[in-house]
């Protein structure tokens, strides 16, 4: 079954204790990325990967990093948690053709509280 | 930089209305147009896409058009349900950058 993992779905934590968000998918997809959604924002890209070592800043890369050293994993690391970073998060992935993506698919979200 | 806009924020329709939901965004070099649905909560699941070059795509009951010269596709929903209450997004695959437009979403409601 094609999948997009998640995890944890739930955190809740404290300002300034780094944690990671690990993100893998069973497709084989060239590209991944990372959004959060805030109510009255929408949905916001944070970063996102071409394929294997290759990353780049979506719209709203301050406060965290990624990595992409397998093409079916793509975490997504906040070095130094605030509270202006609760927010739900979504990995997604899809196939390229053409320079265009393809469907995309999402996980299911991880619910983060930065206390 | 590409903008995305959706209109209405929220709709609320009776069992077995047909609804349209639009969907513009003001830069029209796109490699696609996807739409997707969100129940609370939850993941976004794509519903369909269409590429440039295409003018509709129909999935059941779902019909989505694209008319990319004038920045605007419509997701048209026939004879709709209860269960198709959720939250409905469009995104565009820009040409000049590698990221995805989402627009902000239509809350639908369909009541019984």
């Known amino acids: 079954e094609a999948q997009v993992t998640q995890n944890p779905r739930y955190l809740i934590t404290v300002t300034g204790k780094k944690l990671t968000v690990t993100c893998s998918q069973n497709?084989?997809?060239?590209?991944m990325s990372w959004y959060r959604q805030d109510p009255g924002l929408g949905l916001r890209q944070i970063y996102y990967?071409?394929?294997?070592?290759?990353?780049d800043k979506g719209d709203v890369p301050e406060g965290y990093k990624v990595s992409r050293k397998e093409k079916r994993n793509f975490p997504l690391i906040l070095e130094s948690p605030s509270p202006n970073q609760t927010s739900l998060y979504f990995c997604?992935?899809?196939?390229?053709?053409?320079?265009?993506?393809?469907?995309?698919?999402f996980g299911a979200g991880t619910r983060l509280s930065v206390l | 930089k590409q903008e995305v806009t959706q209109i209405p924020a929220a709709l609320s329709v009776p069992e077995g209305e047909n609804l349209v939901l639009n969907c513009s965004f003001t830069?029209?070099?796109?490699?696609?147009l996807q739409w997707f649905r969100q129940d609370p909560g939850k993941g976004l699941t794509s519903l369909l896409l269409?590429?440039?070059?295409?003018r509709e795509q129909t999935s059941g009951r779902l019909n989505a058009s694209l008319d990319k010269s004038s920045g605007r596709s419509t997701l048209y929903i026939a004879a709709s349900q209860p269960g198709d209450s959720a939250t409905y997004l469009c995104?565009?695959?820009?040409?000049?950058?590698?990221?995805?437009?989402f627009g902000a979403g239509t809350r639908l409601t369909v009541k019984p």
């Open positions: 990967s071409m394929n294997v070592e290759v990353t």
């Open positions: 997604a992935s899809s196939s390229m053709t053409g320079g265009g993506k393809n469907i995309q698919y």
């Open positions: 995104a565009v695959d820009p040409v000049l950058n590698n990221d995805m437009r």
């Open positions: 269409i590429q440039s070059s295409q």
């Open positions: 497709m084989n997809h060239e590209y």
């Open positions: 830069d029209s070099a796109i490699y696609n």
